[in-house]
């Protein structure tokens, strides 16, 4: 399955289309090894978008309620988990405590001027947050032929999901080829 | 070879960048990257690459940067000395530092980023229109405007959703009809620091004022007292002769205190409980409206109400001004959500804008909607954008030219520098058309944003289908004869001119 994956895909060093066989179903949809291969060979279906979650004021929070075009292609628990490890990411970036306080005068106190140095709190829970859906793409959601964005590329108003299906099987409709990703697994 | 050009024909959107087509490479090799702020949609003006951004009107800032810097600059030369040799040198210090901290507080408070939303994409816009015709059921000419209720804290809120940036507005978020961006947090669009204050640059807004109503009562003071020491030497008249910056210095103080000392008494209410001047002025949490109206978002007391203002998280801007346009983003739908925005307020006509350049930019519009264009949502901005740069000419500074189109037109005045009143508050009846228009303008824009949403939807594809590679080419060469980076640049030259006369004065 793996070979067949690379023969049908794309050298990332030359940039080149490789040839695909006709009728050479290369693997069932949505099942990538990983990200890059799956970038590469794909080809995008949908956007599913998780809008903010605005029940406890204007705190960065997404909703954990499960998108309904995603019920096919993962579990309701991986995507809440991650959502709720996020959630936890965006409470800890806006917590008002001692340590923000502290960060607050002593940016006040130099004139900000501090801040050309140092980055800010938020500023280190977000790249934190890069990492961590980085590598939630990488291990969960790219072999089932899903993308997370991350939702500062998007200003913060959604959680997007793109969902991709495998170059090969393009022409084919969901369907069948969701079928086969079932008898795949 | 048949093979590939069979793939190419078979492949929809790639997320990799594929070997150039021959009509692609020479447009791609010619054009050096552009930045984000570049082609941001709203009505500002950016300087120092992306790195300073301010509101379009910026005339009165430069007024409130001369009076500050003229009343401190006779101060510093006039009084200081006698004071220094009568009094104590620490008055200069002080003085000195007070300034400064005006200064830097005040151009922090007009260079940020006040907490700008940026603009659903495409595909982002789509599938809150999917689900609102959804909701709705119908898809009548005229549809009712869109609100989500979500209630916070036990109050509830009703979300706006906003035609100009394709979103439902976050609580506590306006549109500014000036800068023509949603902005978090908005309080209000403050003329005198043109820019607009919003969650990211209260703070410092707070601040400026704060600091600068003890400045102005420091000058005042001690110019006062300049004048009476030496009236006991010399005699009030020739005081008055001996010094007339004196004079000059404490007319404008005393105008300025009764204001700003005002404001900031204002503001400080605000931040104690937690309010914005938008939400105050339309007295959304007042307990007049009805018996179980409270604030959801005051934390209860008032000390934590000013440290979670002052001494909170600053959030990092949305907008990435820097960043680099990235081309290779996959798309879903055609950018045709922009256009119908663009086409609808082309007919609006506003005397701002010029007639010529309405119409060409009206040709261009249907010329796009005629045409798929397969270009990712950044870089769909400069296609809707660009007409009316290269139309324009060196006269409109805007680098979203859109935007005299797009304003509304409704009571609009140009800016606030024809205003008397000193205060940003005080001036009440700027503020509810600056601030917050939508009340009154609003339905309008709805409307005639709503009329014109169906004839782009009917041309292009449906969302769902996906177009095939050819088209690329065609839509890069259309883009690359209107874009005119040249005329652009002129125009940014211009304005970073005039901010270097300013800093010479």
Redo the contacts between chains.
Sequence with gaps: MLSSMKEGC?D?K???????K?GRRTKASGVFHNLQEM??C???V??V?I??D?????VCRFQTKFPSELNIRIERTLLEETVKTLNSYYME????GGQ??M???L??AT??IVFLCME????KV?KKISGYIQEQNEKIYAPRGLLLTDP?E?????L?V?IFED?GS??SSPSSTLSSDSSAR | MHLGESTRECEYSQISTRSSTPMETPYKKKTPKKRKWETFPGRNRFYCDGRIMMAKQTGVFYLTLVLILVTCGLFFTFDCWFLAEQLTPIIPVIGAVLFLFVIGTLLRTSFSDPGVLPRATPDEAADLERQIDVANGSTGYRPPPRTKEVVINGQTVKLKYCFTCKIFRPPRASHCSLCDNCVERFDHHCPWVGNCVGKRNYRFFYMFILSLSFLTVFIFAFVITHIILNSQRIGFLSALKDSPASVLEVVVCFFSVWSIVGLSGFHTYLISSNQTTNEDIKGSWSSKRSKDNYNPYSYGNIFTNCCAALCGPLPPSLIDRRGFIQSDAPQLAPPTNGLPMYGSTQSQQSHKCDQDQCIQSTKFVLQVATTPLLQQQQSSEPVILSPENGASLPGRASLALGGPCTSLPLGQPTPPASTPSLSCHEATDLLPIHGHPHNHSHPLQEQLAHHHFLTPEEVPSPPGMLHCGSPLGHSHTMQGSFYNPASQDSLHEDSVRGLVKLSSV
């Design positions: 794309h990332p030359t940039k080149q289309t490789q040839l695909l006709p970038q590469h794909a080809s995008l949908t956007k978008f809008q903010r605005y029940s406890e004021g204007t970036a806006e917590k008002i923000s306080y960060e607050g005068c940016a006040c004139a900000y800010t709190r938020y500023e977000l500062v998007r200003g913060m108003r959604v997007e793109s170059q393009a022409g």
